[in-house]
């Protein structure tokens, strides 16, 4: 089974760092669309960085662009996302997603639609104080 485990959050100072981790397993890891998501309470969910792991394309959400960014080792089956100059509006769950289907190049590519994902961790707890 497809799985994938979030680690990494935390609290943390406004303009400070985290970095998150998906842990995949259950799918082949070099072709798919690995996609990092936040909810905050109250608010829908919102698409926030991707990656290919086939090409190493990655996308962003304007909202983090300059701040985060995304990689992953494929030798280790693992996305990062590393989020620099934290926000106390960043502060959310954020959740691993994965869509492992024939278009996954494209998912990444399109990212920020939850509906694309098919796979999906619990979620880490990332809060930023003021």
């Known amino acids: 089974e497809v799985q994938l485990v979030e680690s990494g959050g935390g609290l943390v100072q406004a303009g400070g760092s985290l970095r998150l981790s998906c842990a995949a397993s259950g799918f082949t890891f070099d072709d798919a669309a690995i996609g990092w998501f936040r909810q905050a309470p109250g608010k829908e969910r919102e698409g926030v960085s991707c990656?290919?792991?086939?090409?190493?394309?990655?996308y962003y959400a304007d909202s983090v662009k300059g701040r985060f960014t995304i990689s992953s080792d494929n030798a280790k089956n693992t996305v990062y996302l590393q989020m620099n100059s934290l926000k106390p509006e960043d502060t959310a769950v954020y959740y691993c997603a994965a869509d492992v289907g024939p278009y996954s190049r494209v998912v990444a590519a399109t990212c920020g639609y939850s509906s694309d994902f098919g796979s999906w961790g619990q979620g880490t707890q990332v809060t930023v104080s003021s």
């Open positions: 990656i290919s792991s086939s090409d190493g394309s990655t």
